[in-house]
T-cell receptor, first 111, second 116 residues
């Protein structure tokens, strides 16, 4: 069975600072994809960043980067230069033929 | 490119009534997913279709929930009879083809159900 665990229900960060959201997962497969999705209040889920498990290089998208540790089954998201618009629920997800989500981390960026 | 369309956006019903949600995926997407997201939780997969066939419905409460994608395009999720614990947002998502794509899902805005 595939499981995704996010151990931080809520986090906050000051505008312009850096924050890291944690995620661990469990799967018996070797090939899979990992994702971070953002869900702003009352708005739809959008993709933040994607990591392919067979790639060792950590993915980066502008201010967003991941620390992918395959052996440890860890996939954290770092947000640099946090902006007020980053306030949202963030979900870690694992996809190997079907997408499973963690419980989410509510991030608040404070001015 | 049009996104994933869902309707209705909001629905309020009393327990034991029935409700249906509709989803139209992105054109050309073969894989369609229905998720249930209870307030404060992550989305839980209810059912996954590949064209008009079911790939995974292991977490669908089949005594009250049903879903179909008869022509392999749009889909309907039905709940009958509804229970209080069915209050949630029902998310529809699609992807090109789960067997060969990048794994990214594209989500609709969701249908929020309140059961009184």
């Amino acid at each position: 069975a595939q499981t995704v665990t996010q151990s931080q229900p809520e986090m906050s960060v000051q505008e312009a600072e850096t924050v890291t959201l944690s995620c661990t997962y469990d799967t018996s497969e070797n090939n899979y994809y990992l994702f971070w999705y953002k869900q702003p209040p009352s708005r739809q889920m959008i993709l933040v960043i994607r990591q392919e498990a067979y790639k060792q290089q950590n993915a980066t998208e502008n201010r967003f980067s991941v620390n992918f540790q395959k052996a440890a089954k860890s996939f954290s998201l770092k947000i640099s230069d946090s902006q007020l618009g980053d306030t949202a629920m963030y979900f870690c997800a694992l996809n190997n033929n079907d997408m499973r989500f963690g419980a989410g981390t509510r991030l608040t960026v404070k001015p | 490119e049009a996104g994933v369309a869902q309707s209705p956006r909001y629905k309020i019903i009393e327990k034991r009534q029935s409700v249906a949600f509709w989803c139209n995926p992105i054109s050309g997407h073969a894989t369609l997913y229905w998720y249930q997201q209870i307030l404060g939780q992550g989305p839980k997969l209810l059912i996954q279709f590949q064209n008009n066939g079911v790939v995974d419905d292991s977490q669908l409460p089949k005594d009250r929930f049903s879903a179909e994608r008869l022509k392999g395009v749009d889909s309907t999720l039905k709940i009958q009879p509804a229970k209080l614990e069915d209050s949630a947002v029902y998310l529809c998502a699609s992807s090109l083809d789960f067997r060969s794509d990048t794994g990214e899902l594209f989500f609709g805005e969701g249908s929020r159900l309140t059961v009184l």
